[in-house]
C-alpha cells in the first residue's frame, strides 16, 4: 500500500476523498458530485435489481411444475409483467449508463464533473419519483398486462394499475433524457486538453451511442404512455378498435422505442467489455474506430428494425420484409466489435483477474444472444418462434448474459477506484463463474422449449416440457446464488477490504491517475492527454518498472 | 401428442411449411456454429497462449487491419442475406393463401377459441380437420389480441380487434396437435387453447356426419340478413332498394362518395356493417344505422358469409391475402372519414 | 458558459410576448380552420390548414424562444436531426399502413 503513492502518476490528492468530504444525510442529498449521486443509483438500482430478481424466483418456481399451483394464473401475470417492467424501466437501462457512467464518464475525460450538475441530481430525483410511483402502484396491487401495455388489454380491459405503472415510467423516461443530454453535453466541451475525439475510450464512444438513443427514443415512449392514458380516462379512440383506434399503431409506437431500447441495455455494456478486455490483456484494443462507429451505427440502425418485434401482428408483408432485411443488416456491427475483441487478446499479456472472466462471459454469453438474433430476424422462421420462450431465452441472453454480465464485471473493475477497497478476489471469481454456469443452465433449455411451441407467459404448460423447465429453474438456482455472492462480499469489502491502490492494475486510463476514491474535484490538476487511448508503455508516463518492484496490491 | 422425431425435445413436422421452417432452423445452427467455432477457439487459445508472464507487460501494439476488418464486415452480410432471403420466402409461403382452401371461422374471446366450419359444425378449443387439404381460417376477436399457434404447424397469426385476419396450412400428418393462444390476452392466458385433430378425410367425414350441424354460417347469415336483423327491408332488390345491392359485391371494386375506390372483401363487409358511415358507396345516402354493439363477431362471420355467398364463386375472387392481416383499410382511417361521411 | 450572454441579447421581454401572440393567435386560426369545410376542395385540406398552422407555431417556438436562429452549426444540426427522426418514425410506420392493401406482392 505505501509503494502505491509513490507509483502514483497522479493527479489526484491523497488528503480528502469524495466520501469523506461531508458526512451528513444533506451532503449527500443535495449534492452536485457526480460519483456521489452514481453511488445513491447504485444503491437505488441494486435495490430495484434485488425486487426484479425475487419477481424472478417466483416465476421459476410457479414454472417448476406443469399446472399453476404455486401461483394462480391472475397473480403469475402480475409476477411476470413486474419482474420485467422493473428489470428494463428501472434496472437495465438506468444500470450501467447512470451508475458506472455518471462515475467514470468524467473521470476518463479528465473533467471535473458532468457538464450539468444540478440537471444530473435532477436526473436521480426523477428516477426516485418514478420508481416510488410504480412501488407505490405495486404496493396497490400491481400492474398485469405484461410490460409491453399491449392495447387493447392495457387501455379497455385491465383492471390494474396501469395508469400508475405508466406514469411511474412516464416519469422515469425524463430521467433518461436529462442522463443522456448530460453525456452528449460533457463529451462535447467537458473533455481535457489533449483528449481528442479519437483518444477517448471506448465506453466513452459506447455512452455517446447510448446518450443518441435515450434522447432520440424516449419522448416516444412518453407519449405512448400518454395516448394509452389519454385513451383510458377520456376514452378517445386511439388504439382500441371498438372506439375507432388501431391496436397495431401502439405496436409501431411501443417498438419504436422499446427497440431502440434493447441498445440503451446493452451499447453500454459493451464498452465496459471494450475496456475490460483491452486494459486485462494490456493490449491496444483491435480496430478501435471500427468499434466505436459500429457503437454509433447500432444506436442509427437501431431506429430502424423495430418492426421484427410484429411479424404476426398483421401488420403487412411488405413492412415485414422490410424490417427483416434491416435487422440483418443491423447484425454486422455487433459481428464485427464480436470479431475485434478476439483480435484484441492476440499476443497480448492476459490476466484473469474478475472483470476480465465476465468479459470472457459477456463474449460467450453476447455471442449466444446475438447469433439467436439472426433466428429471430429471419422472418420465416419467427413466425414460429415469435411468443415463444425462445424469445424469452434470446432476450435474456443478450440482456442478462450481455448487459448484466457487463454491469457485474464493470462494478468490479471499478470497486477499488469507486470505494477505495479491493474485493475478494476468491469470492470474485467464484461468483463470475457460478453466474456463467447457472445462466446457461437456466436458459439455454429455454431454446429448446421455445422451439417445441411453449408461449410465453404461460403460468400453465403441457406436462411433456416438464423437464426442461426443470433445469431451467435448478440453473436460476445457481444463478441466483452467484448473483447474491457478490453482494455479501463487496459489503464485506467495504469494512474489512484490502486498501486499493490508485492504480492497482497500472493502467492508463485517466480515471487511474486520481487517488482511489477520487477526490470530489476529481484531480488536483488539470490532467493533459498526449498519449493515445489503450497504450500500456512507458510513453503513458506510468512508472511500470517500480509498479513490478512494487509489492502493491494487485487484487 | 407421441413424439416421433428422432431428434429429443423436437416439435412434430405436421404441415407443409414446418419442413421448410426446419430446414431454415437447421441452417441457422449451422450458420451459429461455423461462426462461432473461430471466435470461441481464438478466446481459448489467445487466452491460454497469451496468458501474462510478467506482471504489468507491455505486449508489442497492433493498431488493427483493413483487411481483416473489410473481410469480417463483408462475410457475415453476405451470410446475413442469404438468411435474409430464406426467411422471407418462407414467409411469402407462410401468408399467400391459397385458393379454393377449405374455410372454417375462428373468434377468439377471453379465454376460449370458437370455430365454425363452412357446414356448421362448431367447436371450442379444438379443431378438427382433414389431413393434405388446404385449411384457411378467417380469424376475429371479440376483446383482445390473441394469437392462433400451432407449434407443430411451425405457423400462427395474430387475431386483431376490429378486424379480420387470415391463416393458413396444410396439415400432412394425422395426430393430435396443441393448439396455443400466443398472444398475451389476460387472466386465463395459459388455459385459452387446446386440441388440433388432424384426420384422414373418410374419418372427418365420419366427424362432420356425427356431428348435429345446425345451420351453416350462410344460412345463419341468411337468416339474420332477413329476419333479426332486417338488413333484407333496404338491401333486397326492388324499387325500395335504399341501400346498395350486394349481389355480385364480393370481390368488386366498389366506388365510394368522395372519391376513391376499396375492393369489397372481408373486411370492408364487415366495417361497412359495423361503421356504416366510414365509407358510403357512391350513388347512396349515409342512412345506414351502424350494427356496432348489436351483433357479435361470430354473427358478422354468418353475415359476412351470406354477402360472400351472393357472389358466385366467391371463394376464388380475391385470394385474401397479407400477413394475417387482410387488405384491410386500417380502422383509424376509417374512424377519421366518419365524420364526413355522417353529414 | 459564454453562450448565455448572447442569449440574453437577442430575446427580449417584447419578443418573449411577441412568441406568445403568435401562439395564441394561432390556437384561435386552428379553431376557426376546423369550422370551415376544407376538405370539399380536396380530402385532408382541413388536417392539412390545421398542420401548417401547427408548423407554424413550433417553429417560432424552436427558433426564437429556444435560441436555436442564433445557436451554433450543430445545434441547429441536432435540432434538424430530431425532425429526421421523426421523418423515421412516420416513413416507416406508414410503410405498414400504405402496403397492407398490397397483400404479398400486391396479390
Given at each position: 500500500m505505501q509503494a502505491s503513492d509513490a507509483i502514483s502518476?497522479?493527479?489526484?490528492?491523497?488528503?480528502?476523498n469524495y466520501l469523506t468530504n461531508g458526512s451528513t444525510l444533506a451532503s449527500w442529498l443535495l449534492t452536485k458530485d457526480h460519483k456521489r449521486i452514481a453511488i445513491m443509483y447504485l444503491v437505488t438500482v441494486s435495490m430495484f435489481f434485488m425486487m426484479g430478481g425475487l419477481y424472478a424466483a417466483a416465476i421459476r418456481l410457479e414454472l417448476l411444475?406443469?399446472?399453476?399451483?404455486?401461483?394462480e394464473t391472475g397473480t403469475y401475470n402480475r409476477v411476470f409483467t413486474q419482474h420485467g417492467i422493473l428489470m428494463i424501466f428501472f434496472f437495465l437501462i438506468p444500470s450501467i449508463p447512470a451508475i458506472l457512467g455518471n462515475f467514470m464518464l468524467p473521470l476518463m475525460i479528465g473533467a471535473?464533473?458532468?457538464?450539468?450538475p444540478r440537471i444530473n441530481l435532477l436526473s436521480l430525483y426523477i428516477y426516485w419519483a418514478g420508481g416510488l410511483l410504480t412501488l407505490y402502484a405495486l404496493m396497490q396491487g400491481?400492474?398485469?398486462?405484461?410490460?409491453?401495455?399491449?392495447t387493447p388489454y392495457s387501455t379497455t380491459?385491465?383492471?390494474?394499475?396501469v395508469m400508475a405503472v405508466g406514469l411511474g415510467i412516464f416519469i422515469n423516461g425524463f430521467s433518461s433524457i436529462l442522463t443522456g443530454l448530460n453525456f452528449i453535453v460533457t463529451i462535447h466541451t467537458?473533455?481535457?486538453?489533449?483528449?481528442t475525439w479519437f483518444r477517448l475510450p471506448l465506453f466513452v464512444w459506447a455512452h455517446y451511442a447510448t446518450s443518441l438513443v435515450m434522447i432520440l427514443g424516449t419522448p416516444v415512449i412518453a407519449i405512448t404512455v400518454l395516448l394509452v392514458a389519454i385513451e383510458r380516462t377520456v376514452?378517445?379512440?386511439?388504439?382500441?378498435p371498438a372506439i375507432?383506434?388501431?391496436?397495431i399503431l401502439f405496436q409501431h409506437l411501443f417498438w419504436f422505442y422499446s427497440h431502440p431500447a434493447v441498445y440503451i441495455m446493452i451499447l453500454p455494456g459493451m464498452g465496459v467489455v471494450s475496456e475490460l478486455i483491452s486494459n486485462f490483456s494490456r493490449k491496444?484494443?483491435?480496430g478501435y474506430e471500427f468499434i466505436a462507429f459500429s457503437s454509433i451505427a447500432i444506436a442509427v440502425?437501431?431506429?430502424?428494425?423495430?418492426g421484427h418485434h410484429m411479424?404476426?401482428?398483421?401488420?403487412?408483408v411488405y413492412a415485414g420484409l422490410v424490417f427483416s432485411f434491416l435487422t440483418m443488416v443491423v447484425a454486422v456491427p455487433s459481428a464485427i466489435k464480436m470479431f475485434n475483441w478476439t483480435a484484441t487478446l492476440y499476443k497480448g499479456s492476459i490476466t484473469f483477474d474478475t472483470p476480465m472472466l465476465y468479459a470472457f462471459g459477456f463474449m460467450g454469453l453476447f455471442l449466444i444472444g446475438g447469433l439467436t438474433g439472426l433466428f429471430l430476424g429471419s422472418v420465416g422462421l419467427t413466425v414460429h418462434l415469435t411468443d415463444t420462450y425462445f424469445v424469452v431465452a434470446h432476450f435474456h441472453y443478450v440482456m442478462v448474459g450481455g448487459q448484466v454480465i457487463a454491469y457485474l464485471g464493470g462494478i468490479h473493475y471499478w470497486w477499488p477506484k469507486m470505494t477505495g477497497r479491493m474485493y475478494s478476489e476468491f469470492w470474485g471469481k467464484i461468483s463470475a463463474m457460478l453466474v456463467f454456469v447457472g445462466f446457461n443452465l437456466t436458459f439455454f433449455p429455454q431454446f429448446i422449449l421455445g422451439y417445441q411451441?411453449?408461449?410465453?407467459?404461460?403460468a400453465a404448460y403441457p406436462e411433456e416440457l416438464q423437464v426442461l423447465n426443470i433445469f431451467s429453474t435448478a440453473g436460476a438456482s445457481v444463478l441466483g446464488v452467484g448473483l447474491v455472492m457478490p453482494v455479501v462480499y463487496l459489503t464485506h469489502s467495504l469494512v474489512f477490504g484490502a486498501k486499493a491502490a490508485d492504480n492497482p492494475w497500472m493502467l492508463?486510463?485517466?480515471?487511474?491517475?486520481?487517488?482511489?476514491?477520487?477526490?470530489t474535484e476529481n484531480f488536483d490538476v488539470m490532467p493533459v492527454v498526449t498519449w493515445e487511448a489503450y497504450e500500456f508503455g512507458e510513453e503513458n508516463g506510468l512508472d511500470l518498472e517500480a509498479a513490478r518492484r512494487s509489492d502493491v496490491v494487485t487484487a | 401428442m407421441q413424439n416421433t422425431s428422432w431428434v429429443p425435445f423436437f416439435p412434430e413436422?405436421?404441415?407443409?411449411v414446418a419442413g421448410m421452417v426446419d430446414a431454415l432452423y437447421f441452417y441457422l445452427i449451422l450458420v451459429s456454429v461455423a461462426f462461432s467455432i473461430p471466435v470461441v477457439v481464438g478466446i481459448f487459445v489467445f487466452a491460454i497462449k497469451y496468458?501474462?508472464?510478467?506482471?504489468f507487460a507491455t505486449p508489442e501494439e497492433i493498431h488493427g487491419s483493413m483487411v481483416l476488418e473489410s473481410v469480417w464486415s463483408f462475410i457475415p452480410f453476405v451470410v446475413s442475406m442469404t438468411i435474409f432471403v430464406g426467411g422471407a420466402l418462407v414467409y411469402f409461403y407462410q401468408y399467400t393463401m391459397p385458393e379454393n382452401a377449405m374455410e372454417i371461422y375462428v373468434v377468439g374471446k377471453q379465454w376460449m377459441w370458437k370455430a365454425q366450419h363452412g357446414t356448421g359444425q362448431r367447436e371450442i378449443n379444438e379443431l378438427h380437420i382433414p389431413v393434405n387439404t388446404p385449411i384457411k381460417l378467417t380469424m376475429a376477436t371479440e376483446d383482445v389480441l390473441h394469437d392462433f399457434d400451432i407449434p407443430a404447424f411451425r405457423t400462427k397469426a395474430d387475431v386483431v380487434p376490429g378486424r379480420y385476419t387470415y391463416l393458413w396450412f396444410n396439415a400432412t400428418k394425422p395426430g393430435k396437435y396443441h393448439l396455443y393462444c400466443a398472444e398475451y390476452c389476460g387472466l386465463n392466458h395459459s388455459g385459452m387453447g387446446g386440441w388440433v385433430y388432424v384426420m384422414e378425410r373418410r374419418d372427418f367425414d365420419n366427424w362432420l356426419a356425427g356431428n348435429?350441424?345446425?345451420?351453416t354460417p350462410v344460412e345463419i347469415g341468411k337468416d339474420l340478413f332477413e329476419?333479426?336483423?332486417?338488413?333484407?327491408?333496404?338491401?333486397?332488390?326492388?324499387?325500395?332498394?335504399?341501400?346498395?345491392?350486394?349481389?355480385?359485391?364480393?370481390g368488386s371494386t366498389v366506388k365510394l362518395v368522395g372519391g376513391g375506390t376499396v375492393t369489397a372483401d372481408d373486411d370492408y363487409i364487415r366495417n361497412s356493417i359495423i361503421?356504416?358511415?366510414g365509407q358510403v358507396v357512391e350513388g347512396?345516402?349515409?342512412?345506414m344505422p351502424s350494427f356496432k354493439g348489436q351483433v357479435t363477431e361470430e354473427q358478422l362471420t354468418a353475415l359476412v358469409a351470406y354477402v360472400k355467398s351472393l357472389t358466385p364463386n366467391a371463394a376464388s375472387a380475391?385470394?385474401?391475402?397479407?400477413?394475417?392481416?387482410?387488405p384491410a383499410q386500417m380502422p383509424a382511417a376509417n374512424a377519421a372519414a366518419a365524420p364526413k361521411g355522417g353529414k | 458558459m459564454s453562450d448565455n450572454h448572447e442569449q440574453h441579447d437577442h430575446m427580449n421581454i417584447p419578443k418573449y410576448v411577441g412568441v406568445f401572440l403568435v401562439l395564441v393567435v394561432g390556437t384561435i386560426l386552428t379553431y376557426y380552420a376546423a369550422l370551415?369545410?376544407?376538405?370539399?376542395?380536396?380530402?385532408g385540406a382541413n388536417t392539412l390548414v390545421a398542420l401548417l398552422i401547427a408548423f407554424t407555431k413550433m417553429a417560432v417556438v424552436m427558433l426564437f424562444f429556444m435560441h436555436v436562429y442564433w445557436s451554433k452549426r450543430l445545434i441547429w444540426l441536432s435540432a434538424i436531426g430530431s425532425f429526421f427522426w421523426l421523418a423515421i418514425m412516420f416513413a416507416f410506420t406508414l410503410q405498414d399502413y400504405l402496403t397492407r392493401s398490397e397483400g404479398v406482392f400486391g396479390r
Open positions: 502518476t497522479g493527479y489526484g490528492s491523497a488528503k480528502g411444475t406443469p399446472a399453476s399451483d404455486l401461483l471535473k464533473d458532468l457538464a450539468m400491481g400492474v398485469d398486462t405484461g410490460w409491453t401495455f399491449y380491459f385491465s383492471n390494474s394499475y467537458m473533455r481535457a486538453p489533449g483528449m376514452k378517445v379512440g386511439i388504439f382500441d375507432g383506434g388501431d391496436p491496444k484494443i483491435f440502425f437501431g431506429f430502424l428494425v423495430w411479424f404476426v401482428s398483421g401488420q403487412s411451441g411453449m408461449p410465453r407467459r404461460y492508463p486510463g485517466l480515471e487511474w491517475r486520481t487517488s482511489s476514491p477520487p477526490p | 413436422q405436421a404441415s407443409t496468458r501474462a508472464k510478467e506482471k348435429a350441424s345446425g345451420q329476419a333479426k336483423l332486417s338488413c333484407a327491408s333496404c338491401h333486397a332488390g326492388g324499387p325500395q332498394q335504399r341501400g346498395a345491392k350486394l349481389e355480385g359485391l364480393y361503421n356504416p358511415a347512396y345516402q349515409p342512412i380475391p385470394a385474401a391475402p397479407a400477413a394475417s392481416g387482410g | 370551415v369545410d376544407m376538405d370539399s376542395i380536396f380530402p
